[in-house]
């Protein structure tokens, strides 16, 4: 087996994600978040189909300049002794600037590697630098375009925001030992500044004829490379044999040249040198994997995962296939309201902020701008809602995909609306829990109203047997029933109507207590007819009442046997049982007494007094505002409170 000098010296295993970016190959990749320190899991990537683009190399934008070094350290202090053919290159002018120490120190002594710009901000490299047997090595990467000697001319960098290998490097050469081979050493590193604006950066080819170069640093400890260790040398010849995955050449290299680029004079990279032996050194070629690979990582934006549903609130809005923007796969046109998954955000160099959209069943659907879109975000509620229509579909997503139900059945129907969402065409959707608070699903807010409660404090009275009174909407808690109550009075302070048209009062007792909801056809209010009858008193022992609780007496009949007043109005409870509203001779309201304690005089009837209103017989009562909420049901109080986060557990 071929020995190969392995010029990873050791440095570091980098992978590492702050944000995700866009990988447009079938290829399985590693990624390492270096900011918390962890191999990220699989599907963190986002996988979609990119256009072709043209990898041109560029000089430097801007001209060197000595004011952009931030530090010159002491040159390494190594006694390598020996020499060789290769020559020493100018850091400071391109193309050598775009070519990268990779430095790393473990504290005692200082390592290297190569790497070289392909766009201002990646970085290729080979994956032995960054990956080797079987761990990640990452410990004070150093990213250090044009070094030399100590020298940084272009400044150095450490905002390394990610670094890629191939999952199949891992598992073959990425475990050394017997089982290294070219095949798979290749690794990209995407850094957060764009330090290759300064430097300029190689273009990228695949076609292979003529010389070519390998630039990079020299880093063994043998007598080859005394003098040369920190310093960029160069050497070409041409490209001798190739596989489909590696070049073979007679360039001369040596340890810490891995990395390095192998170019053509014309400035574009056709392969990554990584290893070698006494007769041919070797590198990876840009084949169609490793070219992607790279590619994919290069041409892309940095990209946020986001994980949200987003609705679309713009018609006539370019979707698209990539940032190149000559690939259109849609439009929001007809598609207003229409709610996709954003996995990723992207911040592009105009500040304007992409969706990458995907549909139901996983597809994507291609790159939005975020202001044709919003968020799908819940808004709490917590309140009570009664279907008004049949046949509309409680649903399980906004995607419309999966179905909880319908309100076939359903009319008048209480659920407790916790949330709400409005879609981009200003659709809102109820999202809606059942009685035992388990999810019953979204409704769209047409097919149900609000329970509202409508002010009435009017005394009613119990005109049916046999009627539960409620403890709740959801029919799910009985307080009592109306049997033996026939003629019962209640204060019925509130009446709630039902998606079906059924009301229902809400029932107190004399104390104030909430006695329940009782069916509205259970009961009558009780209202006054106007008499304006004198009648006489003719049997002794009643009580004359102040109340139709009949908790509290004004007196009673006992010595009053034919004694006169005037009856102005009459009442007959839900029992058929009537009561006079009597009068005396000053006027003055005496109470109410039970209509067969008393015979007539004669009518003194006024047509112009037709109701109790407009006497002051009436006990003065709570004034309640029009539309308020009753909030009287213990169990719905705790209910409610106890599920108040606006944060849909369903959707989110």
Same mark, same amino acid.
């Given at each position: ?5 392995? $010029? ?22 590693? %990624?390492? *978040?270096?900011?918390?320190? $962890? ?139 017997? @089982?290294?081979?070219?095949?798979? *050493? ?45 310093? $960029? ?6 490209? %001798? ?38 007769? $041919? ?42 940032? *190149? ?35 139901? *069943?996983?597809?994507? #659907? ?60 200003? %659709? ?20 149900? @109203? ?77 209202? #006054? ?67 067969? #304690? ?55």
């Amino acid at each position: 087996m071929k020995k190969y000098l392995l $010029m990873y010296l050791s440095i570091f295993s980098v992978l590492f994600v702050s944000n995700q970016f866009v990988y447009a190959e079938d290829s399985e990749v590693s %990624v390492f *978040d270096v900011e918390q320190n $962890m191999e990220l899991e699989e599907n963190i990537v986002e996988d979609v189909t990119l256009e072709s683009s043209v990898f041109e190399s560029s000089l430097p934008i801007e001209e060197y300049s000595s004011a952009w070094v931030e530090g010159n350290a002491v040159p390494e202090p190594y006694g390598i002794i020996g020499s060789d053919d290769r020559y020493r290159v100018d850091t400071t002018k391109y193309p050598n600037s775009a070519v990268v120490r990779l430095g790393f120190s473990n504290g005692i002594r200082d390592y290297a590697g190569t790497g070289f710009l392909v766009s201002p901000d990646t970085v290729v490299t080979a994956a032995h630098c960054v990956y080797s047997n079987g761990r990640w090595t990452i410990n004070g990467l150093k990213i250090q375009p044009g070094y030399d000697s100590g020298y940084l001319p272009f400044g150095q960098t450490s905002d390394i925001r990610s670094v890629y290998i191939l999952k199949s490097w891992k598992s073959g050469g990425g475990a050394y030992g017997s @089982k290294y081979n070219t095949k798979d *050493d290749i690794a990209v590193i995407k850094l957060k500044k764009k330090i290759g604006d300064r430097t300029g950066y190689f273009g990228m080819r695949q076609a292979v004829s003529g010389n070519v170069n390998v630039t990079g640093y020299p880093g063994s400890n043998n007598a080859t490379d005394k003098n040369k260790y920190g310093k $960029m040398y160069s050497s070409f010849g041409p490209i %001798v044999s190739s596989t489909s995955y590696e070049l073979s050449y007679r360039i001369d290299t040596t340890s810490g040249h891995s990395g390095s680029p192998i170019h053509t004079p014309d400035h574009y990279t056709v392969g990554v040198h990584v290893g070698g032996g006494s007769v $041919m050194n070797d590198g990876v070629r840009f084949n169609d994997e490793y070219y992607n690979f790279v590619k994919g990582i290069k041409d892309q934006y940095v990209a946020k995962q986001f994980n949200k549903n987003v609705t679309v609130t713009k018609e006539g809005t370019t979707i698209w296939g990539n940032f *190149d923007w000559n690939n259109k796969k849609g439009n929001t046109t007809g598609k207003l309201g229409k709610v996709y998954k954003a996995k990723y955000v992207y911040k592009l160099d105009n500040n304007n902020s992409y969706y990458s959209l995907y549909n139901v *069943d996983g597809s994507w #659907a291609g790159y939005i701008n975020s202001g044709a879109c919003t968020e799908v975000k819940s808004q709490s509620l917590n309140k009570n809602v009664t279907i008004t229509k049949e046949g509309l579909t409680l649903w399980e997503n906004f995607f419309f995909s999966g179905k909880k139900g319908n309100t076939a059945g359903k009319l008048g129907k209480v659920y407790n609306a916790k949330l709400t969402y409005t879609l981009g065409n200003g %659709v809102k959707y109820y999202s809606l829990y059942n009685a035992e608070g388990s999810w019953a699903g979204y409704i769209n807010s047409s097919a149900a @109203k609000e329970l509202k409660a409508d002010t009435l404090n009017k005394d009613i009275t119990i005109t049916k047997e046999g009627f539960t009174t409620w403890g709740n909407f959801y029919f799910s808690n009985k307080k009592g029933n109306t049997q033996g109550s026939l003629g019962k009075v209640y204060k019925a302070k509130y009446t709630y109507t039902l998606g079906n048209g059924v009301k229902y009062y809400s029932l107190y007792n004399s104390n104030d207590s909430w006695a329940g909801y009782l069916n509205a056809s259970a009961a009558k209010e009780l209202k #006054a007819e106007a008499l304006n009858r004198n009648i006489t008193i003719a049997k002794e022992g009643y009580t004359i009442w102040s109340n139709f609780y009949f908790s509290a007496k004004k007196g009673n009949t006992t010595g009053k046997l034919k004694t006169k007043y005037n009856a102005k109005y009459v009442y007959t409870l839900g029992n058929g049982v009537k009561y006079y509203s009597l009068y005396d001779s000053s006027n003055v309201w005496s109470g109410y007494l039970n209509t067969g #304690a008393a015979t007539n005089v004669r009518s003194l009837m006024n047509s112009g007094q037709t109701s109790e209103s407009s006497t002051s017989e009436s006990v003065p009562e709570q004034e309640f505002s029009d539309g308020t909420e009753e909030n009287i049901d213990p169990e719905l109080e705790t209910m409610i409170s106890s599920n108040s986060d606006n944060i849909d557990p369903i959707n989110d």
